[in-house]
Structures are given as structure tokens and as C-alpha cells.
């Protein structure tokens, strides 16, 4: 079993994020990355299947060298190998697209992703990449499991989820559930820096959307308190002041 | 030229984000100077298909393939677009939709705005307004291409109705090679209960309700509201509550009119997913924790105290007639 894994450089969790002071761009300088946590939980589920059937897990992520590190933390959390397609991630269909010419040329029975990253919470990469391989993809999953050549997962939906059934090759997108966080060991940390690492040009890709700015929510009033013997008034001032209920 | 809106159903009957996707479609065909045309995917009632009438669509095409999944639906959705020379394709952000419209995209070569909470600027250029960092920021995003795809999260943008005469379409949809398509063996919905993503009211609790067994009150509470239930992230990880109801930055991001948060301290990623509600209540016997700073209103107390004082008042402001 070959199973690739698409991984994200994204800001830390904790990370206060700041804009240039004419919004236009985002500073990273301060901001710690990490490797994306949905990504975290399909590398883990990767390493579990590939574990069980003598696989090899191959990480691939888009982005300049400075993305390294986060590159090394999935090789020492057990992957084989890492793929860094040396560009700037523009746009979804940028990444989708480099990683579709990848696959082309070195073919995998599965390919696995987060279900979103926590930088631009798009959900629209790996949909994209299995569009432009004409794959199938599973956006939610919470679970998989293989049987042979055909893979069965649950898939959040609108208030629930559904159970589908799918032939490999295909694309699957972890959701919270679906395998547990692994922490590097200190072989694995050791073992994470000699192995390899393969650098590949981009391919050209049209340029159909652009960021032009950023913005930040409204910051809130204070909050207005209410003592707790009066809890019960809570519903008419949201009535009288809001008009929400 | 039009604008073509992709009506999610669920078993039949059209959703609330299918009429806010109308509504918003409506819109920029107004401002487009275009018609606006519907695309109804699945076995719907013709009753049900003239609803779309009411959010302003004249058309609505209908297509019923033998096997409903998200490349069928991008299929049928790229071929409605062409045939009805759309320029803008609008999906709602749904679990669905989220894995239909970057395949559209794809397919007619066009660009993607993906979660997008306001209308268009559309003076100069088409710029899309979209959540990003997880509810910490949002993304201004110009679609360059002369086709654009857009898919509309849900409860952001209000109902509207502009009734007009709708004719149905019945276009057809073959599925091509069934073997390797992905196929839904069963579907398993959480009966009576509101979807977290589309609650207008979310009631959601913490580690400081201790344990899996006091969830009755907070079930109570939200079912007298009509709300969906959530909780923090120990919570699910704990197995106190499934995964599907994990609010925050590594679980749903919802932007409800209301979230009332009771026992959960608003810790940096959790505010990240629930950040954009309208208005946030937080309950919380600690003054110091960090949630009532993102709050509109707070109430200092025991959770097994004040929540039954709620349920009660809630009952009584919903006997009222509210
Ligand atoms: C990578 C990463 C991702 C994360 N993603 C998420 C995420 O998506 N969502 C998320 O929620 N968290 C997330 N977290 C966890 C987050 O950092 C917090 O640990 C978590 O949100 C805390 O949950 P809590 O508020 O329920 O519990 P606690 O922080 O333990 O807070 C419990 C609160 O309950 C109050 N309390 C106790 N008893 C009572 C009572 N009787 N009545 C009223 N109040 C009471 C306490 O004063 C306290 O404020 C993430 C963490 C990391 C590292």
C-alpha cells in the first residue's frame, strides 16, 4: 500500500494573527507554524494502515524552504519520505494542482488529507486535487477502514453522518476521530533528518483569484453583566436589546 | 448571461441554506442585470421545486441520477452552468456543498470563493469576503476569472423573498462508471435534533459541567430554545460528547445568532470557531475567566444553578408566545 499525505504549514493555534497596517498582508514574523492538526490526523491513520499492510507513507507539501521544519516533524512522526514542491501556496487550485502533477508521475493507492487547514479553512485542496485525478474524495471522514482494495468510511453530514464504500484509489479527508495524535519518539526525531527529502520545481498554473486584503472581526463591547439570582431576565433583554430570540 | 444556484435538499425537502444561497443569488443577479436559475439535484415533489420560486429563481432545472455523490453532482452542476451561460455558480457551504463546488470550479476553469459571509463587491472587479484563521480574520478575495464559483456559509446571509412565476426543467443525469463511483451504504441521522452548522441558537458546555451525566440540562435548555447542542474540545476528546458537536478552531467554526457557552473557559481556540456568532452569552463561576472578555453578556455563577434557572425562564418566554 503507497499513501501519500498532503500536509500544511499553518500558524500556531495560539497565535494572534496581525496584518501590515494597510491590511494587505498577513506578518509571520512572531508566529510559530505547525504542521496542520487535521493533517496530523490523517498522517497518524496513514501510518497506522501502512503499519498493518507493510506500507510507505510519502508527505507532500507546497512551500518555500522555510516550511522544513514542519516537513521533518512528519518524517519524525514516522513518515517514509517528503515531497516539498518549491513555491509559494498561492491558491487551492495552485497546491491542487501541484500535487495532481506528482501523482501523475508516481502513483498512489491512497491519498489522504485534513479535512481543512487552519489558516484559510477552505476544505477546497483535496477536493480539487481528486478532481483534476478524477478520483473520488470523502471531505469529512471520521473513520476508515480497508478491506481489501475498497475503503469504508463515515462522513459527516447535515445532522449526522453517512457510512460510504469506495474502491481505491482515492482521496480521504480526516476529520476529529478518525486516529489519535502520535508524538515523535527521539528515534524518530533522530531518524527525521537523513531521511529523504525530495525538492521538485512547480508546474505553471493559470492565476484566477487573488487576496487582496484581510480584516478582523469587530472587537466586542464589554460584556454586560447579569447578576446570577437574575438569570432568568436573560431571554427579554436578549428580546429587548438584540432582537436575536 | 445568469446566475445558476445549486438548491441542497435533505430527503426531499429543501433546507434553509438553499434559501439563503437563493436569496443571495438574487441579489447578484440584480445587481448583474441577469435572471437567476436553480439546479435541484435528488427526488424532490414539483411543490417543493416551485418554492424556489419564491426566493426569485424562474427556472429550476431538475435532475435525479441513480447515484447522488460529489462528482455527480459537479457533473450535473459544470453542465447546467454552461448550458445556462452562468457567470456566477452559487453553492452553500455545507458538508455537501463543500465537497461539490471546488469540482466546479475545476470543471469550467473557474475561480473559487469558498466560504464567503457578505455579498460581493462588484463595482470594481468581484472581490469575496470569507472567514479565514479559523474566526480569527477574514480574507478579502478577487475572482479573476470570467466564470466564478462561490459557496455561501450558512445563517450568514437572510432570507428573501421575491416571489416569481418558476417553470421546472427535468434535465437529465447519467452517472458514468458506477463501479468506481463512491456509493452511501446508510445514512444515520441524529433524530429531532437541530444541525450544529445551521442553528440560528447554539447551547454549548464545557469541562466545568464535570461529566458526561449532567448533559441533560443543557439538552433541555437547547430543545426549549430550538437550538443545536456543542461542546469543547475535552469534552468530545473525553467521549463525553461525540466528535459532531466540537466547536472551535480543530472543530466546527459556527456563526449562530446566539452562543450561549456554559462552563467553558474561551480558551484561544475555542473562540477561534464561535467567534463570529452575533451574540455570545457565557456562563461561568469563574469572573476571571478568559471567555467574558468575548462576550456580550455574562453571568457569573454555578452552571447547576443558573441553567435551570434558564430553562425555566426560557419555557416561560416561549409560553409567552416568543
Ligand atoms: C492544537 C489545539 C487545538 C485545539 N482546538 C480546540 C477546539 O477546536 N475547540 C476547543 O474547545 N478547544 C480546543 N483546544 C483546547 C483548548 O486549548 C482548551 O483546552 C479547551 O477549549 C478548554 O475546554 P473547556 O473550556 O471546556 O475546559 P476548561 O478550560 O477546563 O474550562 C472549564 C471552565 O468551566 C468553569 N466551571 C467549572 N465548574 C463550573 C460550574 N459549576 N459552573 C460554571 N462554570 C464552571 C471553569 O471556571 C472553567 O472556566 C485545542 C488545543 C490545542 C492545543
Redesign the interface.
Known amino acids: 500500500m503507497k499513501i501519500l499525505v498532503c500536509i500544511s504549514n499553518v500558524?500556531d493555534?495560539?497565535a494572534k494573527?496581525n496584518?501590515s497596517p494597510d491590511n494587505k498582508n498577513f506578518i509571520s514574523s512572531g508566529v510559530t507554524f505547525i504542521l496542520n492538526?487535521?493533517d496530523e490526523i490523517a498522517l497518524s491513520k496513514a501510518l497506522d494502515i501502512a503499519t498493518a499492510s507493510a506500507g510507505t507513507v510519502t508527505v507532500i507539501h507546497v512551500g518555500d524552504a522555510s516550511t522544513e521544519p514542519t516537513i521533518r516533524k512528519a518524517l519524525a512522526i514516522g513518515a517514509h519520505d517528503a515531497v516539498r514542491v518549491n513555491a509559494d501556496p498561492r491558491d487551492?487550485?495552485f497546491v491542487?494542482s501541484q500535487i495532481a502533477a506528482c501523482v501523475k508521475s508516481d502513483s498512489y493507492d491512497l491519498i489522504l488529507c485534513g479535512r481543512e487547514s487552519?489558516?484559510?479553512?477552505?476544505?477546497?485542496v483535496p477536493?480539487?486535487l481528486?478532481?483534476?485525478l478524477g478520483l473520488?474524495?470523502?471531505?469529512?471522514a471520521?473513520s476508515l477502514t480497508l478491506e481489501g482494495n475498497t475503503a469504508?468510511m463515515d462522513?459527516?453530514?447535515?445532522?449526522?453522518?453517512?457510512?460510504?464504500?469506495?474502491?481505491l484509489p482515492?482521496v480521504v479527508c480526516a476529520?476529529?476521530?478518525m486516529a489519535e495524535w502520535k508524538i515523535p519518539n527521539m528515534r524518530g526525531i533522530m531518524s527525521a533528518r537523513t531521511k529523504p527529502l525530495r525538492v521538485v520545481d512547480a508546474v505553471e498554473v493559470?492565476?484566477?483569484?487573488?487576496?487582496?486584503?484581510?480584516?478582523?472581526?469587530a472587537a466586542?463591547?464589554t460584556?454586560?453583566?447579569?447578576?446570577?439570582d437574575a438569570?432568568?431576565?436573560?431571554?427579554?433583554?436578549?428580546?429587548a436589546e438584540?432582537k436575536?430570540? | 448571461m445568469s446566475v445558476l444556484v445549486y438548491v441542497e435538499n435533505q430527503d426531499g425537502k429543501f433546507r434553509n441554506a438553499a434559501f439563503e444561497a437563493l436569496s443571495f443569488g438574487n441579489a447578484i443577479a440584480t445587481s448583474l442585470g441577469t435572471g437567476m436559475i436553480a439546479c435541484s439535484i435528488g427526488k424532490v415533489s414539483d411543490e417543493e421545486l416551485k418554492c424556489a420560486g419564491k426566493y426569485g429563481a424562474s427556472v429550476i432545472l431538475s435532475a435525479s441520477p441513480e447515484l447522488i455523490n460529489p462528482q455527480v453532482c459537479s457533473g450535473i452542476l459544470s453542465k447546467a452552468a454552461v448550458s445556462e451561460k452562468a457567470t456566477v455558480v452559487i453553492v452553500p457551504a455545507s458538508f455537501f456543498g463543500k465537497a461539490v463546488a471546488p469540482r466546479v470550479a475545476v470543471k469550467l476553469k473557474a475561480a473559487y470563493g469558498d466560504n464567503v459571509v457578505e455579498l460581493p463587491q462588484m463595482s470594481s472587479g468581484f472581490i469575496v469576503k470569507k472567514g479565514a484563521y479559523s474566526g480569527k480574520a477574514f480574507e478579502y478575495v478577487e475572482l479573476l476569472s470570467e466564470v466564478k464559483v462561490i459557496s455561501l456559509v450558512p445563517n450568514s446571509f437572510k432570507m428573501v423573498e421575491k416571489p416569481v412565476e418558476i417553470v421546472i426543467k427535468t434535465v437529465d443525469a447519467t452517472v458514468s462508471d458506477p463501479e468506481k463511483a463512491l456509493k452511501v451504504i446508510d445514512t444515520v441521522r441524529n433524530t429531532n435534533k437541530v444541525s450544529l452548522p445551521d442553528a440560528e441558537i447554539v447551547v454549548s458546555a464545557g469541562r466545568g459541567l464535570k461529566g458526561p451525566e449532567n448533559w441533560g440540562m443543557i439538552e433541555e435548555l437547547a430543545s426549549v430554545l430550538g437550538a443545536a447542542t456543542a461542546c469543547s474540545k475535552p469534552v468530545s476528546d473525553a467521549g463525553w460528547r461525540p466528535h459532531s458537536e466540537h466547536v472551535g478552531q480543530t472543530g466546527i467554526a459556527i456563526s449562530p445568532n446566539l452562543y450561549i457557552a456554559i462552563g467553558i473557559s474561551g480558551a484561544i481556540q475555542h473562540l477561534a470557531g464561535v467567534s463570529n456568532s452575533k451574540v455570545i452569552v457565557v456562563i461561568n463561576k469563574d469572573p476571571e475567566a478568559p471567555f467574558f472578555k468575548a462576550a456580550d453578556y455574562g453571568i457569573v455563577g454555578d452552571a447547576f444553578e443558573v441553567v435551570p434557572k434558564l430553562i425555566e425562564a426560557a419555557k416561560k418566554f416561549k409560553a409567552a408566545g416568543n
Open positions: 500558524p493555534t495560539t494573527i496584518f492538526p487535521y487551492a487550485l491542487a487552519s489558516d484559510h479553512n477552505s476544505s477546497s477536493v480539487m481528486a478532481e483534476l473520488p474524495c470523502v471531505l469529512f471520521k469504508k462522513n459527516e453530514i447535515a445532522g449526522g453522518k453517512e457510512v460510504v464504500s469506495c474502491t482515492l476529520s476529529e476521530g493559470p492565476v484566477l483569484s487573488l487576496i487582496t486584503g484581510y480584516d478582523k472581526p466586542r463591547s460584556v454586560k453583566l447579569i447578576p446570577a438569570a432568568g431576565e436573560l431571554f427579554d433583554t436578549l428580546r438584540k436575536i430570540i
